[in-house]
């Protein structure tokens, strides 16, 4: 059994810095895609980063370039989020992905990439 299991969310300060922790298991993803998506109360879900499963490519929101960044242990199955310059529109939902297919080089902002997810934590972030 898959499992994605995700830690590191709570309650920061504007400006705070707070890192994500995705650890998987039941399936190895070092050659798969992952990805970090978040889901604020009242709007869809949406692609905050993506990470290739060489971590040689990157994608990242808009609105979130330059203040996180995405990394990833292919010897610990675990994908990290590293939020900095955090603002109250940061808060949400955050959820960790994983991709089925291996060796995928196409979109990482593609949600329907994605087969396996976790099963989130909460980001708040007050002003």
């Known amino acids: 059994q898959v499992q994605l299991v995700e830690s590191g969310g709570g309650s920061v300060q504007a400006g705070d810095s707070l890192r994500l922790s995705c650890a998987a298991s039941?399936?190895?993803?070092?050659?798969?895609?992952m990805g970090w998506f978040r889901q604020a109360p009242g709007k869809e879900r949406d692609v905050v980063a993506g990470?290739?499963?060489?971590?040689?490519?990157?994608y990242y929101a808009d609105d979130v370039k330059g203040r996180f960044t995405i990394s990833r242990s292919n010897a610990k199955n675990t994908v990290y989020l590293q939020m900095g310059s955090m603002k109250p529109e940061d808060t949400a939902v955050y959820y960790c992905?994983?991709?089925?297919?291996?060796?995928?080089?196409?979109?990482?902002?593609?949600?329907?990439?994605?087969?396996?997810w976790g099963q989130g934590t909460q980001v708040t972030v007050s002003s």
């Open positions: 992905a994983a991709a089925g297919s291996e060796l995928y080089s196409g979109p990482l902002y593609d949600e329907g990439l994605y087969d396996y």
């Open positions: 990470i290739s499963w060489s971590g040689d490519i990157t």
């Open positions: 039941g399936r190895e993803f070092s050659r798969s895609a």
